[in-house]
């Protein structure tokens, strides 16, 4: 049998527009992400425009070129204004600087789609981005994207909770009949931050959902879940799946910095490792 390493490079959050709102942010504004759990420290000067997300982002592109890996996947929150297509078009005018011989894969954030879903929000990141729930294959390793916003809230959209769970088991099915030799899931919000049977908050899949992906990861045996939404780094492990949630391309909320992970597969092992941004 073949063992044929593959590599990628995981992105998460440049949220375009994230630090010039964050810049304005009133003492009610820090208070009341704070209810949320959401600790927002930025002493800076006010800044207009995008351009500190412009260079981390060039930044993390231009690494991924060096590391030239079979793809890179950036795990949601492009932007931080779904509406606003400035960021949208800096977003896009910079990832094309990505080699054309490494792939680009979308996930789907709560900043694209809203925390709670709509047809019409739905319909708008189809467009800019395409499908949010889909697979691809690269050698014997079976790769499944999930729009995890569905999973947090999909009180407007009800019916899409069991297109994506019936989806997320048929594709588990195929990649477990085809014998890869690793199944990895890529989506935005984390299924919880340090316990399975934590409570409910911002940051995770709520628990009936959250109960229902885990019984699937387990029972197909995936390797690793890889998230974003944290803007820091957070290492998770259930049964023998690695839960992986990385550190933000843009504003950081944690200890560590903007940053990027390397991730390589080969027939019997997943090692990752955190690349801090320096821009
Ligand atoms: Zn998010």
Not at 135 to 150: A, K, P, T
Not at 257 to 266: A, E, T
Request: net charge negative; with cysteine.
């Amino acid at each position: 049998m073949k063992n044929k390493k593959v590599s990628f490079v995981q992105m998460a959050d440049p949220q375009f527009g994230m630090y010039s709102s964050v810049s304005k942010f009133s003492d009610a504004d820090k208070a009341e992400r704070r209810q949320r759990g959401i600790n927002i420290e930025y002493t800076g000067p006010v800044l207009e425009g995008l351009a500190k997300e412009t260079s981390l982002f060039t930044e993390a592109i231009e690494t991924a070129n060096k590391i030239n890996p079979d793809f890179v996947v950036i795990c949601g929150d492009m932007v931080h204004n779904s509406n606003s297509d400035e960021q949208f078009q800096e977003l896009i005018r910079i990832s094309r600087l990505l080699n054309e011989d490494i792939k680009l894969y979308w996930v789907a954030g709560n900043h694209d789609v809203g925390d709670k879903p709509t047809r019409a929000g739905l319909a708008q990141y189809k467009e800019q981005f395409g499908e949010y729930n889909y697979s691809f294959q690269e050698e014997n390793c079976y790769f499944i994207v999930l729009n995890s916003s569905i999973c947090y809230d999909p009180g407007s959209v009800p019916d899409e909770w069991d297109v994506l769970i019936s989806f997320l088991e048929k594709e588990l099915q195929i990649a477990a009949s085809a014998q890869q030799s690793h199944k990895i899931i890529f989506m935005h919000h984390p299924l919880f931050l340090n316990d399975p049977n934590e409570g409910d908050n911002y940051f995770v899949i709520p628990s009936a959902r959250r109960a229902k992906i885990i019984d699937l990861i387990t029972e197909y045996d995936v390797s690793g879940v890889f998230t974003g939404h944290l803007h820091r780094n957070n290492y998770q492990k259930i049964g023998n799946t690695e839960l992986v949630s990385t550190g933000p391309v843009g504003f950081p909320l944690g200890e560590d910095p903007s940053g990027i992970r390397h991730v390589q597969l080969d027939d019997n092992s997943l090692t990752h490792e955190y690349l801090g941004l320096t821009s």
